[in-house]
């Protein structure tokens, strides 16, 4: 029972953090940004190339980081600002034409073949009953860190309540003297490093490689839409769900239902059980679990 | 090198009438479908597993296109109450639901390595006239599939969709029933899109979920956007454009003696830069969508 | 001419805690041409919306044509005859002006032939002309004018036959010169059998066009009379006067 919760937590961590990314920039610039997902990829192999460079591997993160939000906010202004004013469709196509570009370069530059940071190997640990890896746990803080560190800021700092107003009425927020296009610049910086370091969390915990992204993309829409795209917190909340549906459909003994003694679903059900709640939760709520939004007519 | 060109043609002819369906639904009725590879692989399995039970091609096709109209009335549900980004990712998510479906059902499927041995389409021609036929087969029913197209959008009803499309709270004021407007250009293009997988099944003679990534269906995307969004002439030749660039680049690793990464890496540039270049600086595409004259 | 076309039975309606229309109820009879008035807020729009199938009411019953249309969506009510426009006509980039008319017509042409193709065609030109949009037929319809739009607008809702038309503020923002030949316009069109129902602000608009007008305030019906008797109705004035001796006040 602990190995299922700890497994758990380990998946919630795995799509929390692009979660949150995603769902924070969606409240500012209303299309699915598909390109994020890319975005984490970015961050952890920036942060291995900087770790070969000869730095210590936090200081290898951070400035990954920085620089993942910047490539985000340069997207944002030379493409995606663009392409939204041809419409949220338009955008979301423009955001999987980066994504393939990035592939692109993420294939030319590190190759085919997975990779790891060049990490101190420990111990499997036993926390009461499930066995977790320092760099699991190591992981896990990253992410409960940076969920306070975010809620912090959004509820309490003048920088989070000028993102909320532009969030709820831009017209009205930009009549209050708020520069719009800044606060969301700065969220898009936001999101990308939220990203960059969620895939630096993935990397940590095993394996990087290009493929990174595109596994975790539906998952972690999932997540997003589950929490209501826009709601920040609801996205870790979406990514618990997830975290949970997935690891029951791979370890509840099917077999009493058919008469066998054992019957387990394959690995590899554990993401379309993601797929399959975040089709349900769009045909149920188009808008997602928590968020009231009214429909214009 | 011949026989290369006519295989070449054959695919080109293939993604033109996945491209030519997929301009129904994005072109004429806006629907963003990311999951169009799932219509093509109904026809595919649909062909596969009448093969594998010995029930003949009929069966096969009749089996694929009615898996596809299925699905696509399943998708015409769905975008009843979505706008059409999220149905976009609701629609990649069955895509991928099923995909994962065909991996792992090897009693239905075949699972990951799928199905093989399938009968070539005049298969007992000799050499060069057996894929010859099949390429004319392939642009013979292309031309069909595009005069289908062109008529369907050309008429009325063209403008209906268009007005769907472009204003749907107009359209359904006016009395049009949004959610069967919908309904028919999906299953018409689910039709088009099986008869293809039907024809691609048997003309490479294997089927697998390998065949059914979502990266195909980007890959239909970039034809469509290159080609000229809405346009059918444009769908087709976006997707001889793509499909021909795209079966030279290999030629070109070996000329310059390149990785073999290269090429993939080469073929996601010109998917996604593609795609990218026309969205940003001609969104209309190739050949722009017609606007304005004669109508039926 | 007496046979009633619409008739709604204590509408109701609330946005979270406030409460737009509370019992509206009201009659129209064939070939009326009858106006909808009432101040800002007062739920005109919301009343609308919810003939038209646009928003659900949270109760009461709406009829038209002796048919209950109540829970209907859009598209059913406006088969039945009740035809809307809208207050911000917005029109489609990529199709013209005569491709939205063409358009605006539901009947397939399906066995129809040439004789049937001909006629829709003369009926386009004819609403063309009669509407002033033949000189920008070939023009995206987005690049109209706001006058413009909803003039296409009318004539788009014509097309589908409708015996009610429900035109949402057709005047607001058009040129004034455009809003007399409106007033002519919708008189031709209501000497053609077609019932008019009218939300307007504009009371000269009102008085040259209707024969009867209903008076919204803050969700309930305040008057059911003719046009020139508005200024006599005490509770007119007050829901409009109130606000405008109390703008005074404010500006004073």
């Known amino acids: ?297 | 090198m011949f026989e290369f060109l006519i295989h070449v043609s054959t695919m080109a002819c293939l993604f033109g009438l996945l491209a030519l369906s997929l301009n129904l639904q994005v072109g004429f009725a806006g629907l963003v479908n990311f999951g169009h590879i799932a219509l093509f692989g109904c026809g595919t399995y649909g062909a596969a597993i009448a093969f594998a039970n010995q029930w003949g091609p009929v069966a096969g096709l009749l089996l694929g296109g009615a898996a596809a109209a299925l699905l696509a009335l399943a998708f015409a549900r769905l975008g009843r109450n979505l706008g059409a980004d999220y149905w976009g990712i609701a629609t990649l998510s069955i895509a991928e639901i099923l995909r994962t479906f065909a991996t792992n059902e090897q009693w239905l499927t075949g699972g990951a390595q799928g199905i093989h041995g399938l009968p070539m389409l005049f298969g007992s021609l000799p050499a060069p006239w057996g894929p010859l036929a099949t390429l004319g087969l392939c642009a013979v029913l292309l031309a069909v599939c595009w005069a289908l197209c062109q008529r369907l959008v050309n008429g009325r009803y063209g403008l209906a969709l268009k007005l769907l499309r472009e204003e749907p709270q107009l359209a359904s004021s006016l009395g049009y029933d949004l959610a069967a407007l919908r309904r028919t250009p999906l299953v018409i293009s689910g039709l088009i899109a099986a008869v293809a997988g039907f024809l691609f099944a048997h003309y490479t003679t294997f089927v697998g979920p390998d065949q059914l990534y979502s990266a195909e269906t980007f890959l239909i995307w970039s034809m469509l956007i290159v080609g000229g969004l809405g346009n059918n002439l444009g769908a087709v030749a976006g997707a001889f454009l793509m499909q021909f660039l795209l079966a030279y680049v290999p030629f070109v690793k070996d000329a310059l003696g390149l990785p073999s990464e290269f090429v993939a890496a080469m073929r996601l540039t010109l998917v996604g830069g593609g795609l990218l270049a026309f969205l940003l600086w001609r969104t209309q595409g190739l050949i722009p969508e017609r606007i304005g004259g004669r109508h039926a | ?252």
């Not at chain 3, 709604?8 to 106006?35: P, W």
């Not at chain 3, 003039?151 to 058009?174: M, N, Q």
């Open chain 1, 1 to 297: 029972m602990v190995q299922f919760f700890s497994d758990v937590l380990i998946r919630t961590v795995d799509l929390a953090l692009i979660a949150v990314g995603l769902s924070c920039v969606y409240s500012l610039i209303r299309f699915p940004n598909i390109a994020l997902v890319q975005y984490a990829v970015a961050g952890s192999f920036l942060a291995l190339l900087l770790q070969g460079a000869g730095l210590p591997l936090p200081v290898a993160g951070l400035l990954a980081c920085l620089l993942v939000g910047g490539l985000a906010v340069l997207l944002n202004v030379t493409v995606f600002e663009r392409l939204l004013a041809s419409g949220s469709a338009i955008a979301m196509v423009g955001s999987l034409a980066v994504t393939m570009i990035l592939s692109a370069v993420f294939l030319v530059v590190f190759g085919p073949d997975s990779r790891r940071f060049d990490l101190d190997s420990h111990p499997v640990i036993r926390v009461l009953d499930a066995r977790l890896t320092v760099h699991q746990l190591t992981a896990v803080g990253l992410t409960a860190g940076a969920v306070i560190v975010l809620a912090l800021l959004l509820f309490r700092t003048t920088l989070g309540r000028s993102m909320r107003a532009t969030a709820t009425n831009r017209v009205l927020a930009a009549a209050t003297g708020i520069d719009a296009r800044l606060i969301t610049n700065t969220v898009v910086f936001l999101s990308g490093v939220l990203a960059a370091l969620g895939g630096i969390g993935l990397a940590l915990k095993g394996e990087m490689n290009i493929q990174l992204g595109m596994d975790v993309l539906l998952p972690v829409f999932a997540a997003a839409i589950l929490g209501g795209l826009g709601n920040a917190l609801g996205a870790v909340a979406g990514a618990v769900i997830i975290a949970t549906a997935e690891t029951l459909v791979t370890n509840v003994n099917l077999g009493p239902l058919v008469g066998e003694p054992l019957l387990f679903l394959p690995a590899s059900y554990a993401t379309a059980m993601s797929f399959l709640i975040l089709v349900a939760a769009l045909l149920v709520r188009p808008h997602g679990l928590f968020v009231n939004e009214v429909k214009r007519v």
């Open chain 3, 1 to 252: 001419m007496l046979e009633t076309i619409l008739s709604t039975e204590s509408i109701r309606k609330s946005f979270g805690a406030h409460c737009v229309l509370d019992g509206v109820s009201l009659s129209v009879r064939k070939g009326e041409i009858v106006g909808l008035l009432g101040p800002n807020g007062s739920g005109k729009s919301t009343l609308l919306n919810i003939l038209s199938g646009f928003t659900p009411s949270d109760g009461g019953a709406v009829n038209v044509d002796g048919h209950d249309v109540t829970g209907l969506p859009p598209h059913a009510i406006a088969r039945l005859g009740l035809v809307r426009t809208f207050q911000l006509p917005s029109m489609p980039h990529r199709m013209t002006v005569r491709e939205v008319l063409q358009a605006g017509c539901r009947r397939e042409a399906g066995l129809g032939g040439a004789l049937r193709r001909w006629r829709y065609d003369a009926e386009v030109a004819r609403l063309l002309d009669q509407f002033l949009l033949t000189r920008v037929q070939d023009q995206p319809a987005s690049a109209l004018s706001g006058g413009q739009k909803k003039l296409l607008s009318i004539a788009t809702a014509l097309r589908s036959r409708p015996k009610l038309l429900c035109l949402d503020e057709p005047t607001a923002g058009v040129h004034p010169n455009l809003r007399s030949r409106m007033v002519e316009l919708l008189k031709e069109v209501n000497a053609q059998g077609v019932t008019i129902l009218v939300v307007e602000h504009d009371m000269e608009f009102i008085r040259e066009l209707c024969g009867r007008c209903v008076v919204l305030d803050r969700g309930a019906l305040i008057a059911d009379c003719a046009p020139r008797e508005l200024v006599e109705n005490p509770r007119v004035v007050e829901a409009y006067l109130g606000k405008a001796v109390e703008k005074g006040k404010l500006t004073a």
